[in-house]
């Protein structure tokens, strides 16, 4: 069976159970490899997803904020040894001076996050301080500065969101400028990134798909949706929260494996990875590692065979994947809550096996 039509296979099945709704594209360099578009991006008056479709990403949009931060190193107006907590001169925090902007790229900071997801109620969370809330950089910093530290600096990885936000403060004071203008201006305007933004979710723009949350009975079949409108903040983040189409996330993607928004040297750390992911290493036989904002799967000869980003939230579920060795880039983006992490397991094993 063909390539093309193992996946058209795929998605057509996943889409009739309900188990995606969105767009996949496949690229090597300007070869399109795959396209497809499923499901509603508005459900109440059936508009389809198209290419134009604009999804929010989610995490994936950690990866403007560490391309930022080395673009600042470039200038010589940040170091990777910045001490955060120096640097941005916070007072009365449970920061460690070791906590430096290394660290926070690599999620080895050990800082307290402001949502700790192996530990915390997400709804739960937001009784006390409604979500609607959650504006600016300074809402999330409030709720994790007088957290204790979970680990010291360095000594592991773990996943954390909240070092993204205190990078999103260092581009402030660094740049002069508001982190969404910074990247804006230093990437999406440069690099012809029409259609990305850190829009509002209450606000009304063309072609931005909303996102759903499956209703499950108790035998875990769908039987109906809701919008996520109360379940993730309103406003996006230095940690996450964008709003891209898939041909602008593979745009910027190849431009950047090019050189062409980073220095060689800062290419090469961007592509390189950092830190062994203990709790993930070894699953599906791979080595785990992370680096700035890019998570490595490699072989057992520590050769990278995937590279990329992830994105989770409530009605939205997107993958930023690359394969150094094929030259294959992956946009997966969808509309409705975790679906992209199966669906690119299953397009991964279909490229190692047919291309």
């Known amino acids: ?138 809402d999330y910093y409030s709720i994790f500065s007088k957290k204790a530290s979970v680990f010291n600096t360095g000594e592991k990885f773990k996943y954390n969101n909240a070092g993204y936000i205190l990078l999103g403060m260092a581009i402030e004071k660094a740049s002069g400028l508001p982190y969404f203008d910074y990247v804006k201006k230093e990437i999406f305007n440069k690099q012809g990134m029409n259609h990305t933004d850190f829009i509002s979710l209450e606000m009304v723009y063309d072609d931005v798909a909303e996102g759903y949350i499956p209703i499950k009975s108790e035998s875990g079949e769908t039987t109906g949706w809701k919008r996520n409108i ?58 785990w590692k992370q680096g700035y904002a890019n998570c490595f799967i490699l072989d057992q000869n520590e050769k990278i065979v995937r590279g990329g980003q992830t994105g989770e939230e409530y009605g939205f579920s997107c993958r930023l994947y690359y394969y150094p060795e094929k030259d294959i880039d992956v946009v997966i983006l969808a509309n409705q809550d975790w679906c992209a992490g199966a669906l690119g397991w299953e397009i991964h094993d279909t490229i190692l096996e047919l291309l």
């Open 1 to 138: 069976m063909e390539f093309k039509e193992k996946l058209e296979i795929l998605l057509d099945a996943k889409y009739e159970n309900q188990a995606f709704s969105g767009v996949v594209l496949l690229k090597r360099k300007d070869e399109e490899l795959f396209k497809g578009c499923y499901g509603y991006a508005n459900r109440s008056f059936s508009v389809p997803n198209t290419l134009q479709t604009k999804f929010r990403i989610a995490s994936i949009s950690k990866i403007f904020t560490a391309v930022s931060v080395l673009k600042l190193i470039e200038e010589g107006k940040l170091s990777l040894d910045t001490s955060i907590k120096q640097y941005l001169d916070l007072q009365d925090c449970e920061i460690s001076e070791e906590v430096n902007i290394h660290s926070l790229l690599t999620h080895t900071s050990g800082i307290g996050d402001y949502f700790d997801e192996e530990n915390d109620d997400w709804d739960a969370m937001w009784l006390t301080s409604p979500i609607y809330n959650m504006r600016k950089h300074s």
């Open 230 to 287: 109360y379940s993730i903040t309103p406003e996006a983040a230095a940690d996450g929260g964008a709003t891209s189409t898939a041909e602008d996330l593979i745009k910027f993607l190849q431009l950047l494996k090019n050189g062409a928004i980073l220095s060689e040297t800062m290419t090469n750390k961007i592509f390189e990875p950092q830190v062994l992911d203990q709790g993930a290493n070894g699953a599906r036989g791979y080595i």
